[in-house]
């Protein structure tokens, strides 16, 4: 497509659910991120992909994160046992090599009750 | 985690004026880049630099890189309605591939 599709735009959780966040990259971007957005604040960065290779994912804040993006395009970020601190807006963003500027999508808002 | 350092945390102003906002770090980086987020959408980019030193402008912004390479200053020249949001640097360093965003600035602007 021609930006970065993530979906579910919302998604309201009862804590302890797991969820699960999709990100389509734009078609043929090498590299693939993404950030944690509390209210008020700046992304803060999570996980980055080259292709289907996960290389960095020491902004992950706990073993409840995982994220996958097992064919190099596609991505999904998984949050299980959700709990409060978790509600922000996920972004994802996607770049044609390493080192150029990203793309953002336009998110999507976790809300935990 | 760690967030650079912007000001100021926001400004209103009315249309026409000129705008001023800058970013500082402790640490050292390599590219700072300029990013503006509206309401319910993800960041835009808007400029990019990648040289200690380096002014580059895109229509109405300006950027520069800090000759110290741990700040980065963005102007912004007869500002429009549209102008309004939320204004974001960030920094990349070494061989990282994700950046390091700032605080934000947000920007009213007034007819």
């Known amino acids: 497509g021609a930006g970065v599709s993530q979906s579910p735009r919302y998604k309201v959780a009862k804590r302890g659910q797991d969820v699960a966040l999709r990100c389509d990259p734009i078609s043929g971007h090498v590299s693939l991120f993404w950030y944690q957005q509390a209210l008020g604040q700046g992304p803060e960065f999570l996980t980055y992909f080259q292709n289907e290779a996960q290389l960095d994912k020491s902004g992950l804040p706990s073993d409840r994160f995982f994220a996958e993006r097992p064919e190099g395009s596609v991505s999904t970020l998984k949050i299980q046992r959700t709990q409060q601190e978790d509600s922000a807006v996920y972004l994802c963003a996607s770049s044609p090599v390493q080192g150029a500027g990203y793309t953002f999508g336009s998110g999507t808002r976790l809300t935990v009750v | 985690g760690q967030q650079l350092n912007q000001s100021p945390q926001s400004m209103f102003i009315q249309e026409g004026e000129d705008v001023s906002m800058n970013c500082t770090s402790s640490s050292i980086f390599n590219t700072w880049l300029w990013y503006k987020q509206e309401p319910g959408e993800g960041p835009v980019l808007l400029i990019a630099?990648?040289?200690?030193?380096e002014l580059t402008s895109n229509g109405r912004l300006t950027a520069q890189f800090g000759i110290t390479r741990k700040d980065s200053f963005l102007n912004i020249s007869a500002s429009i309605p549209s102008d309004v949001g939320i204004y974001f640097c960030a920094g990349r360093g070494g061989t990282a591939s994700k950046l390091t965003f700032g605080t934000g600035t947000r920007l009213q602007v007034t007819l």
């Open positions: 630099l990648y040289k200690a030193g």
